[in-house]
């Protein structure tokens, strides 16, 4: 056989080792409660609020900035 002739029948039996490692390492995963996954939402929309505040403050900042240096 060639070598791509053997490559190419060994695929099937790498594809299957795959799928067994991927089931293998999902069955170690620890999924979050639903208490959990609530308190870590509300915490990721908290910050996503506060980085859009921020960033609201410093673009009306800078408006105001480039508005007076225009009007000069």
Known sequence: ???SATAAAGMP???LRFFREVRTELSKVTFP??????RLTT?????TLAAA???YALDLA???VITWIITL
């Open 33 to 38: 409660t639903r208490e959990e996954g609530i």
């Open 43 to 47: 915490v990721v929309m908290l910050v």
């Open 1 to 3: 056989m060639t070598r």
């Open 62 to 64: 800078f408006s105001y």
């Open 13 to 15: 039996s790498r594809v």
């Open 53 to 55: 505040g921020c960033l």
